[in-house]
């Protein structure tokens, strides 16, 4: 998730706080009660958010980590094509030798 996308999702709890609070009383709700209702939707979405952040963690879906997997899948494809080229512009004769020091040094 993005920095960008946390703040937009911030902006819209605390938009939804404002709208709920503010509106209670227009709909028979008392001062108290819409205080209360704002505070547990309030703590219900923050629990939910960390809940989800710690299974991300535990998962590895993290940010971080998805794109060091997309990078090393890159970094390895770019040297796997390198060394691809680099034997096939061997020698047939130093290929075979490169196989055999390769069989012979696990």
């Known amino acids: 998730?993005?920095?960008g996308k946390v703040i937009q999702i911030?902006?819209?709890?605390?938009?939804?706080?404002?709208?709920?609070?503010?509106f209670a009383p227009q709909i028979g709700i008392d001062n108290f009660t819409a205080t209360t209702l704002s505070s547990f939707i309030l703590m219900l979405i923050v629990v939910t958010w960390i809940t989800s952040y710690v299974y991300r963690v535990v998962n590895g879906k993290m940010t971080f980590m998805e794109q060091r997997k997309r990078y090393r899948k890159e970094y390895e494809k770019v040297v796997n094509d390198k060394l691809e080229t680099r034997f096939n512009s061997l020698s047939?004769?130093?290929?075979?030798?490169?196989?055999?020091?390769?069989?012979?040094?696990p």
Do not use: A, C, P
């Open 92 to 105: 047939k004769e130093e290929q075979q030798k490169l196989m055999e020091d390769l069989e012979g040094n």
């Open 10 to 22: 911030g902006i819209f709890v605390l938009l939804i706080g404002i709208i709920s609070y503010k």
């Open 1 to 3: 998730m993005t920095k």
